[in-house]
């Protein structure tokens, strides 16, 4: 599972508020090197919700990863920034699309229900008495 | 300008579409409205022949003929007439400045005789070319790698019509190749030779016609919520696009068949980029966060419709029975829990398929993906497709399965944007769907009608049904 995905789920157990964003608990995590799409961030820029992409590469250990604020238009455009190792494209790419979690668990923050991951696979599906009527 | 788009006789419905999703995709927006399209005198719309008017120059036509897996080929057409004669009385006519450039003493080039309906001996080619001396032809012959292509192309009434409505005339084209398709790589993605597949795996080449339709290019966003083995998504990632898929069912999306054969190994095996994610979830309860949409360039699968396989849901079988009250997980076996699910009847998945598609695509994000027609008389019946507010429907391409099914490729463009109201009417919509559970499972059972023996009336003479390959003729 990639940062992209882990922004854009949520819990949708009974019980949940906005279930969102869900708490990251890794056990084994890796990096799966791809071509960096500057459109394709570009596009996707305005749909993250940043301060929960900052919170779950922190929960990675990786702190320095990301910058507090979101990089402008003009940073992800600028010349060279999909060559250049430490561009804040670059970066942005490895936080949304090389870092894979392997094994761990997604924790509702209002209810506390875990989804497992697992071989890279999280699994959102609710057990009978959970789901909302 | 006007071009003659010679199409392999398969697919027929999904051939125009095609042609037209690519204009819209290498001629930008509108492009696919723009393109025109004429039948040659005399000839069905089964013909594989068709005459098209493109927006753009001959790169686009190149671009799109490619890409493609139903254009044979597309071409600058020199003439055309009912005779060899008339043939030549046109090519002559046609103009001196659009044929001499491809005919300069540098170039390289090559004569295919081609047929549709019967096989030219190769004596009959080899008059045929001779015949062609009043084409200036002063470069060099270079079978293996030419620079220009010429087909000389004939249809006739052989007394076998080969599946048509009978050929009014012959009529034989003359043109010069602008682009053909790659059909090479059917071969690589062919299932058989794929390691992991399930018993509904789309086809290689539907894969692709959906890609196809879906618009997949590098940097868009693919997602198929009916994921399974990943063959719609192999398709879109050898497009470059890139893909995330879900499914209700965790052995298919996680385990596989073991470590070597599973969603994972089958985008290795063509050495795509792997999907960005897949995850386990229930398309009528789905995961995405509060506030999430315009997120997927395209969304294109192929829901469970309960022929093959019956789509399921959670909230456990007995549940929505009502026969018990809701089963309570004990705690200690939360976490290796296997939740029961629900049928998930075609019309509840296919209203939870436009809401997603409503709120997760982007405007002017494509929705593609099949929906079951039933057929009588061996025509399909004049069908409702499902219908949503913020979608326009722009093709639909039959495909007849069986004497009585046809599963139909809808492709819907999002034309409207996804508002409260939209919301606050599928939230009403869900909550009905929930309570009358039963009525809906019953409505649109398709696997009963499908299957049911058929009634004991007279045998049917096999024979007295005439053998047509076209679709309805």
């Given at each position: 599972?990639?940062?992209?995905?882990?922004?854009?789920?949520?819990?949708?157990?009974?019980?949940?508020?906005?279930?969102?964003?869900?708490?990251?608990?890794?056990?084994?995590?890796?990096?799966?090197?791809?071509?960096?799409?500057?459109?394709?961030?570009?596009?996707?820029?305005?749909?993250?919700?940043?301060?929960?992409?900052?919170?779950?590469?922190?929960?990675?250990?990786?702190?320095?990863?990301?910058?507090?604020?979101?990089?402008?238009?003009?940073?992800?455009?600028?010349?060279?920034?999909?060559?250049?190792?430490?561009?804040?494209?670059?970066?942005?790419?490895?936080?949304?699309?090389?870092?894979?979690?392997?094994?761990?668990?997604?924790?509702?923050?209002?209810?506390?229900?875990?989804?497992?991951?697992?071989?890279?696979?999280?699994?959102?599906?609710?057990?009978?008495?959970?789901?909302?009527? | 300008?006007?071009?003659?788009?010679?199409?392999?006789?398969?697919?027929?419905?999904?051939?125009?579409?095609?042609?037209?999703?690519?204009?819209?995709?290498?001629?930008?927006?509108?492009?696919?409205?723009?393109?025109?399209?004429?039948?040659?005198?005399?000839?069905?719309?089964?013909?594989?022949?068709?005459?098209?008017?493109?927006?753009?120059?001959?790169?686009?036509?190149?671009?799109?003929?490619?890409?493609?897996?139903?254009?044979?080929?597309?071409?600058?057409?020199?003439?055309?007439?009912?005779?060899?004669?008339?043939?030549?009385?046109?090519?002559?006519?046609?103009?001196?400045?659009?044929?001499?450039?491809?005919?300069?003493?540098?170039?390289?080039?090559?004569?295919?005789?081609?047929?549709?309906?019967?096989?030219?001996?190769?004596?009959?080619?080899?008059?045929?070319?001779?015949?062609?001396?009043?084409?200036?032809?002063?470069?060099?012959?270079?079978?293996?790698?030419?620079?220009?292509?010429?087909?000389?192309?004939?249809?006739?009434?052989?007394?076998?019509?080969?599946?048509?409505?009978?050929?009014?005339?012959?009529?034989?084209?003359?043109?010069?190749?602008?682009?053909?398709?790659?059909?090479?790589?059917?071969?690589?993605?062919?299932?058989?030779?794929?390691?992991?597949?399930?018993?509904?795996?789309?086809?290689?080449?539907?894969?692709?016609?959906?890609?196809?339709?879906?618009?997949?290019?590098?940097?868009?966003?693919?997602?198929?919520?009916?994921?399974?083995?990943?063959?719609?998504?192999?398709?879109?990632?050898?497009?470059?696009?890139?893909?995330?898929?879900?499914?209700?069912?965790?052995?298919?999306?996680?385990?596989?068949?073991?470590?070597?054969?599973?969603?994972?190994?089958?985008?290795?095996?063509?050495?795509?980029?792997?999907?960005?994610?897949?995850?386990?979830?229930?398309?009528?309860?789905?995961?995405?966060?509060?506030?999430?949409?315009?997120?997927?360039?395209?969304?294109?699968?192929?829901?469970?419709?309960?022929v093959r396989a019956g789509g399921r849901k959670s909230g456990g079988r007995k549940l929505i029975k009502g026969t018990v009250t809701p089963y309570t997980v004990p705690d200690e076996k939360r976490d290796s829990h296997i939740p029961s699910t629900a049928p998930y009847s075609l019309a509840e998945c296919v209203?939870?398929?436009?809401?997603?598609?409503?709120?997760?695509?982007?405007?002017?994000?494509?929705?593609?993906?099949?929906?079951?027609?039933?057929?009588?008389?061996?025509?399909?019946?004049?069908?409702?497709?499902?219908?949503?507010?913020?979608?326009?429907?722009?093709?639909?391409?039959?495909?007849?399965?069986?004497?009585?099914?046809?599963?139909?490729?809808?492709?819907?463009?999002?034309?409207?944007?996804?508002?409260?109201?939209?919301?606050?009417?599928?939230?009403?919509?869900?909550?009905?769907?929930?309570?009358?559970?039963?009525?809906?499972?019953?409505?649109?059972?398709?696997?009963?009608?499908?299957?049911?023996?058929?009634?004991?009336?007279?045998?049917?003479?096999?024979?007295?049904?005439?053998?047509?390959?076209?679709?309805?003729?």
């Amino acid at each position: 599972m990639r940062l992209l995905t882990h922004n854009m789920l949520a819990s949708n157990a009974r019980g949940a508020v906005t279930g969102y964003p869900l708490k990251l608990q890794v056990v084994k995590w890796s990096t799966k090197e791809a071509e960096p799409n500057a459109d394709f961030l570009r596009g996707m820029l305005p749909k993250i919700d940043w301060a929960a992409l900052v919170a779950a590469t922190q929960a990675l250990g990786l702190p320095e990863l990301l910058p507090g604020a979101p990089p402008t238009d003009a940073e992800l455009s600028a010349e060279g920034a999909a060559e250049d190792e430490g561009s804040v494209l670059r970066r942005l790419h490895r936080a949304l699309l090389e870092i894979h979690i392997e094994e761990g668990t997604l924790v509702c923050p209002d209810t506390e229900r875990c989804f497992p991951i697992s071989r890279g696979v999280p699994n959102m599906l609710l057990h009978e008495d959970e789901v909302r009527n | 300008m006007w071009y003659l788009c010679v199409f392999y006789h398969r697919l027929l419905d999904y051939r125009r579409p095609e042609v037209q999703s690519l204009a819209e995709l290498f001629g930008g927006p509108g492009a696919g409205d723009a393109v025109e399209w004429r039948m040659p005198e005399n000839h069905h719309v089964d013909s594989p022949f068709h005459l098209v008017r493109l927006p753009g120059d001959e790169r686009l036509a190149a671009q799109i003929a490619n890409r493609s897996l139903l254009v044979k080929g597309i071409y600058e057409l020199w003439g055309h007439g009912n005779t060899y004669e008339e043939l030549e009385r046109a090519v002559v006519e046609y103009p001196e400045e659009r044929k001499l450039p491809y005919l300069t003493p540098e170039s390289t080039f090559k004569i295919v005789v081609d047929s549709f309906g019967k096989v030219i001996s190769f004596q009959e080619q080899n008059e045929i070319m001779k015949s062609l001396t009043y084409i200036p032809f002063m470069g060099r012959v270079n079978l293996k790698n030419p620079d220009h292509k010429f087909f000389v192309m004939e249809t006739d009434d052989y007394g076998c019509n080969n599946g048509l409505p009978p050929v009014v005339q012959r009529t034989v084209f003359f043109g010069r190749e602008v682009g053909a398709a790659d059909r090479h790589l059917l071969p690589t993605y062919q299932l058989k030779s794929r390691k992991y597949i399930g018993p509904t795996a789309m086809d290689a080449e539907m894969a692709f016609l959906m890609a196809n339709q879906g618009l997949a290019w590098p940097g868009k966003l693919v997602y198929d919520p009916f994921v399974g083995t990943g063959s719609i998504l192999v398709a879109a990632a050898h497009f470059g696009a890139m893909t995330m898929g879900a499914d209700i069912d965790i052995r298919v999306v996680r385990d596989g068949r073991g470590p070597d054969c599973n969603i994972w190994s089958n985008f290795e095996q063509y050495k795509l980029p792997e999907p960005l994610c897949v995850l386990r979830a229930d398309n009528n309860l789905p995961p995405w966060r509060p506030g999430l949409k315009e997120v997927f360039d395209a969304i294109i699968c192929d829901p469970p419709y309960g022929v093959r396989a019956g789509g399921r849901k959670s909230g456990g079988r007995k549940l929505i029975k009502g026969t018990v009250t809701p089963y309570t997980v004990p705690d200690e076996k939360r976490d290796s829990h296997i939740p029961s699910t629900a049928p998930y009847s075609l019309a509840e998945c296919v209203h939870d398929l436009l809401h997603l598609a409503a709120r997760m695509l982007v405007m002017g994000g494509r929705l593609v993906f099949f929906f079951p027609v039933v057929r009588e008389d061996g025509v399909a019946n004049p069908a409702k497709y499902p219908e949503h507010p913020c979608f326009k429907l722009i093709a639909t391409c039959e495909q007849i399965l069986s004497m009585r099914y046809s599963r139909v490729l809808l492709t819907m463009v999002k034309v409207g944007p996804y508002t409260e109201e939209v919301e606050k009417a599928a939230e009403q919509r869900h909550r009905e769907f929930r309570e009358n559970h039963h009525k809906w499972m019953e409505e649109g059972n398709l696997h009963s009608t499908v299957f049911s023996p058929a009634d004991q009336g007279a045998p049917v003479d096999r024979d007295s049904k005439p053998k047509y390959r076209g679709k309805y003729v």
